[in-house]
């Protein structure tokens, strides 16, 4: 359980649960009261915040909260992700194009 914290994407902030699942901070606090999700405390510049296991959120949102609101702000976020995404790999598909050419040139002279 302990390797899961510790996955790359398997948290996230409770900030980030709020703003991507439509989550308020009072459901936030009271699923892990009543043992739906578990939590680590972190700290930054003195502000606490709370980590979240990503694949229990989900599955809250999936139990409890699957109303149109929230699947539609879960769905805005899922959007602005792979956007952020695809901006990333075309630029790494530019600049591999342009070291494509580069070598291309090198190899003709």
């Known amino acids: 359980m302990e390797e899961e914290w510790r996955q790359k994407g398997a948290t996230l902030s409770d900030k980030t649960a709020r703003k991507e699942f439509g989550l308020s901070q009072a459901e936030i606090e009271a699923a892990i009261e009543v043992g739906q999700l578990q939590y680590r405390v972190g700290v930054i510049h003195g502000n606490p915040w709370l980590r979240l296991l990503?694949?229990?959120?989900e599955e809250l949102m999936q139990s409890t909260y699957?109303?149109?609101d929230h699947r539609q702000r879960r769905a805005k976020a899922d959007l602005a992700r792979v956007d952020r995404e695809l901006k990333h790999l075309r630029t790494e598909v530019a600049a591999l194009e342009e070291r494509?050419?580069?070598l291309l040139d090198d190899l003709q002279n």
Not at 54 to 57: A, K, L, T, W
């Open 100 to 102: 494509r050419a580069r």
């Open 54 to 57: 990503r694949r229990e959120v």
């Open 66 to 68: 699957n109303d149109r």
